[in-house]
């Protein structure tokens, strides 16, 4: 794994946090979540047990900062895709479709490690309740993206939650080959914004 520390150098805050994360992906991609331990992150990074613990304090905080990082680059780029849209005076019909590509898109690249973090904390004494304060942020994020399009605080978080759902049936179907990429976009953005 990549993320060995070089020795004798010294890394801060952020930069230790971003490292030990990274490191903390490699090990759930190739070694599957039960390996991620932080005795196991620490040694993949060559630093000292109380670093990690020092960043994360245990290991379901951890699985949740892990859960978080791996759709924020995702979250990002629908940010700003929806800001340039809006700042053009863009249509509704073009926002839904601009969300629905960064859900399908993150849980693609994303869903089975989601899978994987959302079972461990399940399992763990603490974790069902991180479990659902994850849930939680991602059904706020986007309830307040739908707002800005007009949507309802009421029916914009039920929205969402039909969304997440119909989101990973839509992963489902493009694994099983059933629709492909743009289709699943195309019918997730129906959801969104009906024509």
């Known amino acids: 794994m990549s993320g060995r520390n070089e020795p004798g150098k010294r890394m801060e805050g952020a930069a230790r946090r971003a490292q030990l994360l990274a490191t903390a992906r490699e090990i759930v991609q190739h070694c599957g979540v039960a390996a991620l331990t932080l005795a196991n992150l620490a040694t993949a990074c060559g630093v000292s047990k109380p670093i990690a613990y020092n960043h994360f304090g245990t290991r379901e905080r951890l699985l949740a900062e892990l859960y978080q990082e791996l759709g924020a680059e995702h979250d990002a780029s629908a940010r700003a895709a929806l800001a340039r849209l809006q700042a053009d005076g863009g249509t509704r019909s073009a926002a839904a479709r601009t969300i629905a590509a960064a859900l399908i898109d993150c849980l693609v690249q994303n869903g089975p490690l989601y ?4 079972a461990a904390l399940l399992a763990s ?3 069902a309740r991180l479990a659902d304060e994850l849930t939680e942020a991602i059904v706020a994020a986007y309830a307040a993206t739908l707002a800005e399009l007009g949507e309802g605080p009421e ?11 119909a989101s990973e049936g839509l992963v489902a179907a493009l694994a099983r080959h059933e629709v492909e ?4 976009i195309a019918l997730l953005a129906r959801l969104i914004a009906p024509d």
């Open 115 to 118: 899978d994987a973090i959302m």
């Open 181 to 184: 990429r743009d289709e699943a």
């Open 155 to 165: 029916r914009a978080r039920a929205l969402v939650r039909a969304m997440i759902g």
């Open 125 to 127: 004494p603490d974790g």
